[in-house]
């Protein structure tokens, strides 16, 4: 009787366990019915992202941005930009250093086979006057766009600082380098045909 008792309590275990796992992986990974509600399509206006997305064409956008990960190509309204699409290259925590004609995360060289390298070769990346390293901050994102050399991005993002002014000499901008959470729209999801 005992080993019985056991035995069920350790199938019964078994089967909380696989059932909580199933759970937990259906709600991580995207599903195959996904409600079209959740999905609209941009058009991207301007190179900022060539090769991978080209200027005219209409992308798929997922509004669920839950899980936002290194590499995600991301539609975000930022103030005083618009709409704009990137590539997240920081994560909340992560550490970014463009140098040597490469960019840095967390002291490793980014491989970014995205970028049209033979485009790329000369160019440092850094945007004269602007910093070079940065520290993500929690719920920010740090963007890049693939066309390196023509992009408005983390690289050169501006806000203003005393929204207050009364004369134009006044108006003062600092660098805001990072994307909010609660500004991001959705991800690249891919070409819309």
């Known amino acids: 009787m005992k080993k019985i008792v ?4 350790v199938t019964l275990g078994v089967f909380f366990l696989a ?12 599903s195959a019915q996904t409600d079209i509600s959740s999905i609209i399509e941009f058009q991207n206006l301007g ?16 509004k669920l941005t839950n899980d936002i990960k290194f590499g995600d190509i991301i539609l975000f309204e930022f103030p005083g930009e618009g709409k704009l699409i990137k ?17 840095f995360r967390n002291n490793n060289k980014l491989d970014e086979p995205y970028l049209d390298a033979e485009k790329y070769q000369n160019e440092t990346y850094v945007k004269d006057g602007y910093l070079t390293k940065y520290e ?8 890049l766009g693939d066309n390196r050399t023509h992009t408005t991005d983390s690289r050169t993002f501006k806000k203003l600082v005393n ?3 009364k004369l ?6 600092a660098q805001a380098p990072y994307v ?3 500004m991001i729209i959705g991800k690249y999801i891919g070409p819309s045909k």
Request: net charge negative; with cysteine.
């Open 19 to 30: 059932g909580c796992g199933q759970q937990k992986m259906s709600q991580t990974q995207p």
């Open 87 to 103: 590539r997240v290259i920081g994560l909340p925590g992560d550490i970014i250093e463009i140098k040597d004609k490469a960019v």
């Open 168 to 173: 134009v000499s006044e108006i003062k901008y």
């Open 6 to 9: 056991i035995m069920s309590v």
């Open 136 to 143: 993500v901050p929690a719920n920010e994102y740090f963007v």
């Open 47 to 62: 190179s900022s992202m060539s090769p991978t997305i080209e200027s005219g064409e209409m992308v798929l956008i997922s």
């Open 180 to 182: 909010d959470k609660a």
């Open 163 to 165: 929204p207050n002014y």
